[in-house]
């Protein structure tokens, strides 16, 4: 009948707005694919460019975070494998059935966010002191 | 006139009309089979001093005095009928409960995403009813009483949550998981009604109803994005009831 009659499917994507639950439900997905490629590409180096004994200055080019490029991409990593180890386990929870109500998702999206910032402070904590 | 589809509207809105002070403007979505191929918009001036407090309302005065081809489902004007389910202003409400005083002066009003529109604001919720009838939502006992069995108060408010629903689909259009495959998926708000049913302490068929269940598409597409929870007209809960399902499928 829908075919018969050319009906359009209503916009869905586009047009439905984002809110607190599919953010981050999108943002746990997003940065698991981040990781995972991440993880892929570090063991595919260690495999493939790092086996020569010749290999060192490779090695130091791409592991030291003085340089400035490697300092924001571990610093990004940092943020992004924080956000899903914690929202992960918020989905740990939720699969045991505690914390599914609406005010608690919020509470507990503020939280995540603000357990993210304080981590961050931690791990970086020389340049503050 | 009003059946041109017309990409630039060479109308100014905001001249001030001396009798009535147009302070609201929805945008419609509109789509007539019989017309064109392509959908459009139709944007409509509405001032709020002399229309009903819900966007209902303004629906139906725009229908009575400005376009009478928009077309649209409503029933009962008080969100207990669950027909005028659309979506305003990017989430999925009841048109019946939702204030026309807001702030925004522009409406934007789609029907139900990710379902074919019948016409207009009108989606096909066929679908959405045989997914309903799958899970057999009657009460299955093959016990016979010979004088009442009542249920104990305990047991009735378990119910509560689950029972209320209007079966308006404002949650299953709001699930991603259900916009990518509502043909397998049963979505959330059938899912709700399916948990109604196994929690109920009047009815034993809970094993074959969870056996019915306890399917890769039909339950576990649910990947608790709670987008039905946010959106939910009445207040109910779908995503916990979805979360108890399978609490109740792993551990039995």
């Not at chain 2, 649209?72 to 009928?81: A, T």
């Not at chain 2, 202003?89 to 029907?111: D, M, V, W």
């Not at chain 2, 699930?175 to 959330?188: I, M, Q, R, T, V």
Request: proline share 4%; with cysteine.
């Amino acid at each position: 009948m829908n075919k018969f009659f050319n009906r359009p499917i209503a916009p869905h994507l586009t047009i439905y707005s984002l809110q607190q639950s599919s953010l981050f439900s999108i943002w746990h997905r997003i940065s698991a694919l981040i990781l995972i490629i991440y993880i892929i590409i570090y063991f595919i180096t260690q495999k493939f460019f790092f086996w020569t004994l010749s290999s060192q200055t490779l090695h130091v080019f791409f592991y030291s975070i003085t340089l400035l490029p490697n300092y924001l991409f571990n610093f990004f990593i940092l943020i992004i494998s924080f956000y899903h180890m914690l929202n992960g386990l918020r989905h740990i929870l939720w699969d045991l059935g505690f914390f599914l109500s609406n005010e608690t998702i919020q509470n507990a999206n503020t939280i995540i966010l603000f357990t993210i910032l304080v981590l961050q402070i931690v791990c970086y904590k020389k340049y503050f002191i | 006139m009003f059946l041109q589809n017309r990409s630039q509207l060479n109308v100014n809105l905001f001249t001030t009309n001396s009798y009535l002070n147009h302070d609201k403007f929805l945008r419609i979505y509109r789509w007539n089979p019989s017309l064109t191929n392509q959908p459009w918009f139709a944007i409509y001036p509405i001032a709020t001093e002399n229309c009903g407090p819900m966007i209902l309302d303004a629906l139906i005065q725009i229908k009575e005095l400005q376009d009478s081809t928009l077309t649209f489902r409503r029933s009962c004007r008080e969100g207990i009928c669950g027909s005028c389910s659309m979506n305003i202003n990017g989430t999925n409400t009841l048109a019946c409960l939702n204030l026309l005083n807001r702030l925004e002066k522009f409406i934007t009003i789609y029907p139900l995403p990710h379902m074919h529109v019948i016409k207009d604001l009108v989606s096909d919720l066929s679908n959405f009813y045989s997914q309903y009838k799958s899970i057999k939502p009657w009460l299955k006992s093959n016990v016979s009483f010979s004088e009442e069995n009542l249920q104990s108060k305990a047991s009735r408010l378990e119910l509560d949550g689950a029972y209320e629903c209007i079966l308006c689909a404002c949650c299953s259009s709001s699930c991603p998981s259900y916009w990518w495959n509502h043909d397998k998926y049963l979505g959330p708000a059938i899912l709700l009604q399916a948990y109604r049913w196994i929690v109920d302490t009047r009815d034993n068929n809970t094993d074959k109803r969870l056996i019915f269940l306890n399917n890769k598409m039909r339950l576990f597409r649910c990947h608790t994005i709670m987008n039905c929870s946010r959106t939910c007209p009445k207040g109910l809960n779908p995503g916990k009831a979805i979360s108890l399902i399978k609490h109740k499928i792993l551990s039995s």
